[in-house]
């Protein structure tokens, strides 16, 4: 299939490997940071971790939306999902996502009425089939994802759906990169940035990250050539002394993004003055909320949330592993007492998740290494 | 989950090219687009101007993001 497949020609990876490794000085080693889970997934699932040389080191992000939200939301979700006459939609991956006293799907098995949806349409559809009920849609996601949000609710407030709201906790990425850039534990030498948080923003707002903090950042799609291709682009640039924001996924990715999004996107959504990050603590101006003119679709103002603060287990590792201090096979419960089936932390739950995406593809290769 | 990846589409930052069908009757933000797997779903594509039946564009979570030089058009 075109498109598809000319970014997963072998031959051509086989070669894009040969400048890697022809890239590194002997000796030196390199830590390259993929913010996005997407990225993370798309690195386990084509053995791209397996093919670079010994001396470039792939660290994963902090960018899988369902492996960054607090306990507290998933709390305030379920308590939203037990009011009886209340349809709880969410995305599939939220569903185990574990809270303080349980996830989406045990409220569900309980008798609470929790629906996973594929869109912000597909909840809205219920809220429209159903009108003697109250449809909240639990909404999470990066910039990629509340735009599609922001859409439904304009066709809300359009259709003048009552029925209808939505407990935001999209996210914004930039922030917590800029969190991740001043934290002393963080050793990374470039990044590999989220391509299709850029489709919405553009590459442009990323070029913080060179000027402010001396880090080069290379804008990637998915594909495993689009991975090892920004993965050259970095070392390029580090070998070259180069530092800029450079862009991969140009067959996507506009420098200023999609201007119908981010017009969109200012006119429902404002910024939250706090917001607190799984593992990384309240981090300022770093999630969105709705503008007044959406208060009706509101699910924080229409309802009594609770919006109490918990603490995340203490066995789970998650903060690290989301700031790259740790690998996911580091954590003390990694695989035994937290796994897929069984989640502790969100970093196993979500398949973006650095945990999950390790436990699914990696850890074979890596036992039998150690064999 | 898409049928053929273990991965999810809808809250990664993850999204799928897809081709613009047919729009819908009385929406004309709204369009079914048809997938790699042919996956069939309604798109609201009012974030790219000038849609087209025929065009190829990337979707995530029910909305059209982007639209693709070239792609599942030519698979016909």
């Given at each position: 299939m075109r498109y598809v497949d000319e970014f997963r020609d072998p031959g051509l990876a086989r070669?894009?490997?040969?400048?890697?490794?022809?890239?590194?000085?002997?000796?030196?080693?390199v830590k390259l940071m993929e913010v996005c889970g997407g990225h993370t997934h798309s690195i386990y699932r084509y053995g791209i971790d397996d093919l670079l040389p010994e001396g470039v080191e792939l660290v994963h992000g902090p960018g899988c939306p369902v492996c960054v939200i607090p306990m507290g939301r998933v709390d305030d979700g379920i308590r939203l999902a037990r009011e009886a006459d209340v349809v709880l939609a969410c995305f599939g991956d939220m569903l185990r996502v574990p809270g303080s006293d349980g996830t989406f799907l045990d409220a569900k098995a309980d008798g609470a009425d929790v629906r996973m949806v594929y869109?912000?349409?597909?909840?809205?559809?219920?809220?429209?089939?159903?009108?003697?009920?109250?449809?909240v849609f639990f909404a999470i996601g990066f910039e990629t994802t509340a735009p599609s949000t922001a859409l439904t609710l304009q066709r809300a407030k359009r259709e003048k759906v009552g029925n209808f709201s939505c407990l935001v906790n999209h996210v914004t990425i930039l922030p917590p990169l800029r969190a991740l850039l001043t934290s002393p534990d963080l050793?990374?030498?470039g990044f590999?940035?989220?391509?299709?948080?850029?489709?919405?923003?553009?590459?442009?707002?990323?070029?913080?990250?060179?000027?402010d903090y001396g880090k080069p950042l290379v804008v990637s799609g998915f594909e495993p050539l689009d991975v090892l291709q920004a993965i050259h682009m970095l070392l390029a640039q580090l070998a070259e002394s180069r530092c800029e924001v450079e862009n991969q996924y140009r067959r996507v990715v506009p420098d200023d993004g999609n201007?119908?999004?981010?017009?969109?996107?200012?006119?429902?959504?404002?910024?939250?003055?706090?917001?607190?990050?799984?593992?990384?603590?309240?981090?300022?101006?770093s999630a969105l909320r709705l503008r007044d003119a959406y208060g009706d679709f509101d699910a924080e103002r229409r309802f009594d949330v609770p919006g109490v603060r918990v603490a995340d287990p203490k066995a789970c590792q998650c903060g690290e592993v989301l700031k790259g201090v740790i690998k996911p096979w580091e954590c003390k419960v990694f695989g035994t007492a937290c796994t897929p089936e069984h989640a502790i932390g969100t970093c196993m739950v979500s398949s973006e998740?650095?945990?999950?995406?390790?436990?699914?593809?990696?850890?074979f290769a890596r036992e039998k290494a150690e064999a | 989950m898409t049928n053929d990846e273990r991965r999810?589409?809808?809250c990664g930052d993850l999204a799928e090219p897809m081709r613009l069908a047919a729009f819908d009757r009385d929406d004309?933000?709204?369009?079914?687009?048809?997938?790699?797997?042919?996956?069939?779903?309604?798109?609201?594509?009012?974030?790219?101007?000038?849609?087209?039946?025929?065009?190829?564009?990337?979707?995530?979570?029910?909305?059209a993001l982007a639209r693709l030089p070239q792609g599942l058009r030519d698979e016909g």
């Open positions: 070669a894009l490997v040969g400048e890697i490794v022809a890239a590194v000085e002997p000796g030196k080693s869109s912000p349409l597909d909840a809205l559809r219920i809220a429209r089939e159903n009108p003697g009920r109250e449809v050793r990374i030498d590999i940035g989220p391509g299709h948080v850029a489709t919405v923003i553009g590459a442009r707002p990323f070029e913080f990250v060179p000027r201007p119908k999004a981010l017009e969109l996107l200012a006119e429902v959504f404002e910024l939250r003055e706090h917001f607190e990050w799984r593992g990384l603590g309240f981090i300022s101006h998740g650095a945990c999950a995406a390790y436990y699914n593809y990696g850890r | 999810c589409v809808t004309p933000e709204l369009a079914v687009c048809v997938g790699k797997d042919g996956t069939r779903c309604v798109v609201d594509v009012g974030l790219i101007p000038d849609a087209a039946p025929g065009e190829s564009l990337l979707v995530h979570a029910g909305a």
